[in-house]
T-cell receptor, first 115, second 116 residues
Framework: AQTVTQSQPEMSVQEAETVTLSCTYD???????LFWYKQPPSRQMILVIR??????QNATENRFSVNFQKAAKSFSLKISDSQLGDTAMYFC????????????FGTGTRLQVFP | GAGVSQSPRYKVAKRGQDVALRCDPI?????LFWYQQALGQGPEFLTY????????KSGLPSDRFFAERPEGSVSTLKIQRTQQEDSAVYLC??????????????FGEGSRLTVL
């Protein structure tokens, strides 16, 4: 069974600085998708960024980028120029098209951005 | 509506009571998912609908949990004879065509269930 591991329960960063959140996963499949979701205190989760495993190029969305290391099964999220609004829980998620239509989430990393 | 709407936002039930949680997905979204998020944990998959068809219910923890989406729009998650371990936030999410096509689930704000 696929698993997703986020080893950093909490992280903090000063406003305007850069922070990297770690995620590792376990799968024997070659074709899959990886996601980072953000869950602010209001609880509504929103997609931050996605990566298709067959794409070698790392995904980027404005201040958010990933470091996808397929062989190492690592998928870290880098947040540049951190803003107070980035304070939230961040969940790494895995999707295997052969396992139906469900996302498998990690346990999350709580990110606090300080002024 | 503009987003996924869930009700009630908060529910307190006595052990043994039945509860019903409602999800109103984004209009036109084919796929609908229920997740359970325990305190301090990531969401865990419960069940998935494509239109009115329940294609996967492998995550439902027991036969006390039942979900339906009779007209392919609004969905209800019912928990019978609630137990304390059912206390969690229940998240509903919808997607236009499924995870693989869009890579994005649109989540509601969740229903927090507390069983005393």
């Amino acid at each position: 069974a696929q698993t997703v591991t986020q080893s950093q329960p909490e992280m903090s960063v000063q406003e305007a600085e850069t922070v990297t959140l770690s995620c590792t996963y376990d799968t024997s499949e070659n074709n899959y998708y990886l996601f980072w979701y953000k869950q602010p205190p209001s609880r509504q989760m929103i997609l931050v960024i996605r990566q298709e495993a067959y794409k070698q190029q790392n995904a980027t969305e404005n201040r958010f980028s990933v470091n996808f290391q397929k062989a190492a099964k690592s998928f870290s999220l880098k947040i540049s120029d951190s803003q107070l609004g980035d304070t939230a829980m961040y969940f790494c998620a895995f999707f295997d098209p052969l396992e139906g239509d469900k996302l498998i989430f990690g346990t999350g990393t709580r990110l606090q951005v300080f002024p | 509506g503009a987003g996924v709407s869930q009700s009630p936002r908060y529910k307190v039930a006595k052990r043994g009571q039945d509860v019903a949680l409602r999800c109103d997905p984004i209009s036109g979204h084919v796929s609908l998912f229920w997740y359970q998020q325990a305190l301090g944990q990531g969401p865990e998959f419960l069940t998935y609908f494509q239109n009115e068809a329940q294609l996967d219910k492998s995550g439902l923890p027991s036969d006390r949990f039942f979900a339906e989406r009779p007209e392919g729009s609004v969905s209800t998650l019912k928990i019978q004879r609630t137990q304390q371990e059912d206390s969690a936030v229940y998240l509903c999410a919808s997607s236009p065509r499924g995870v693989a096509n869009t890579g994005e689930l649109f989540f509601g704000e969740g229903s927090r269930l507390t069983v005393l």
